[in-house]
């Protein structure tokens, strides 16, 4: 999903456990997908997207960072190094 913008068509010849198609409607994409076996347990997805949509929300939380918030609140209590304070030493050196 990170390779198409909002609106766009996603297609998914394999539907599996309905991923692709509840992170499209998540996303805003528009979808097409195949899927032969049961689909049962893709339309509960879809049903309860919500569900799907907060831990997509809480794993994109800590994406692309270097400590998550629970990491930094215990390095900073252990007066180990965090980003703030490699800056902040920076500054305080010029």
């Not at 991923?19 to 097409?32: C, L, M, N, Q």
Request: with cysteine; aromatic share 8%.
């Amino acid at each position: 999903m990170s390779c198409s913008e909002e609106g766009d068509v996603v297609f998914d010849p394999f539907g599996g456990s309905g991923t692709t198609y509840v992170v499209a409607e998540i996303k805003r994409r528009r979808w097409i997908g195949i899927e032969l076996g049961p689909v049962d347990g893709i339309v509960s997805r879809l049903e309860e997207i919500s569900t799907d949509a907060d831990l997509i929300e809480r794993i994109r939380r800590n994406y692309n960072c270097l400590f998550t918030e629970e990491t930094l609140c215990a390095r900073r209590q252990m007066g180990l190094w965090t980003c703030e304070s490699v800056r902040k030493a920076g500054r305080e050196s010029r």
